[in-house]
C-alpha cells in the first residue's frame, strides 16, 4: 500500500497550546496535502506543499516538508476549540495520479 | 457553483441488493475520485478517474464499479451489497495535480 502514516493517531492540549501532527510517505510526490475533517463530515482543503517547497504558511497553520526523509509536518499555533477535528494527510505520487490519504490524527482541544 | 454534490445522504441496503450512488461535480475538474470511510479510520480509494473515459482502480476496489460518461458526472454502482460495505462514501474532484475538493458524503447501511 502506498498510504502514508500518521503520528499521532490522537492528540489532546489545552487551548492556547501548539499543535504538531507528523506524515510520513513512501514514494517520490508531486505535492503533500493537509485536510481537516469534523465529526465525518466532508473533508476540507487546509494546505498544499509542493515538493520543492519546504516550508509553507497559511494563517496559524505551517507545513514542513523534507523530501530527504518522506515526512511532512502541519503546526498549528495558538489552538482554538474549533480547531478540534481530525486531520488528514494526503499525498500526491508522482505518476500515480490520484491522492492517497493517511490515517489521520484526532486533535482534541481541552478548553 | 455547487461543487461535488452527492446523493442520496443515506442508504439502507439489504445483502445482495445493488445500488449507484451518484456524484457530480460543476467545476469542469478532470480529476473525479471515490472514497469509503470506515469508523475511526482514514479514507481508502476505491476508484478514480481522470478523464471522461477513463477510469482506474484504488486500493479497495473489490465489489464496486464506476463508470465515467461525461466530466461531470462519476457513479459508483455496488454490485451485490455486503455488510462490509457499510461506509461513508465520498466523492471528490481536482483539476488534475492540485487541491481536491469533497463532496458530503452517502451513509451507506448493509444490513
Known amino acids: 500500500s502506498q498510504q502514508g502514516e500518521e503520528d499521532p493517531q490522537a492528540l489532546s492540549i489545552q487551548e492556547g497550546e501548539n499543535a504538531t501532527m507528523n506524515c510520513s510517505y513512501k514514494t517520490s510526490i508531486n505535492n503533500l496535502q493537509w485536510y481537516r475533517q469534523n465529526s465525518g463530515r466532508g473533508l476540507v482543503h487546509l494546505i498544499l506543499i509542493r515538493s520543492n517547497e519546504r516550508e509553507k504558511h497559511s494563517g496559524r497553520l505551517r507545513v514542513t516538508l523534507d523530501t530527504s526523509k518522506k515526512s511532512s509536518s502541519l503546526l498549528i499555533t495558538a489552538s482554538r476549540a474549533a480547531d478540534t477535528a481530525s486531520y488528514f494527510c494526503a499525498t500526491d505520487y508522482q505518476g500515480a495520479q490520484k491522492l492517497v490519504f493517511g490515517q489521520g490524527t484526532r486533535l482534541t482541544i481541552n478548553p | 457553483n455547487a461543487g461535488v454534490t452527492q446523493t442520496p445522504k443515506f442508504q439502507v441496503l439489504k445483502t445482495g441488493q445493488s445500488m449507484t450512488l451518484q456524484c457530480a461535480q460543476d467545476?469542469?475538474?478532470?480529476?473525479m475520485s471515490w472514497y469509503r470511510q470506515d469508523p475511526g479510520m482514514g479514507l481508502r480509494l476505491i476508484h478514480y478517474s481522470v478523464g471522461a473515459g477513463i477510469t482506474d482502480q484504488g486500493e479497495v476496489p473489490n465489489g464496486y464499479n464506476v463508470s465515467r460518461s461525461t466530466t461531470e458526472d462519476f457513479p459508483l454502482r455496488l454490485l451485490s451489497a455486503a455488510p462490509s460495505q457499510t461506509s461513508v462514501y465520498f466523492c471528490?474532484?481536482?483539476?488534475?495535480?492540485?487541491?481536491?475538493?469533497f463532496g458530503p458524503g452517502t451513509r451507506l447501511l448493509v444490513l
Open positions: 471528490a474532484s481536482r483539476p488534475g495535480v492540485g487541491t481536491q475538493y
Open positions: 467545476m469542469n475538474h478532470e480529476y
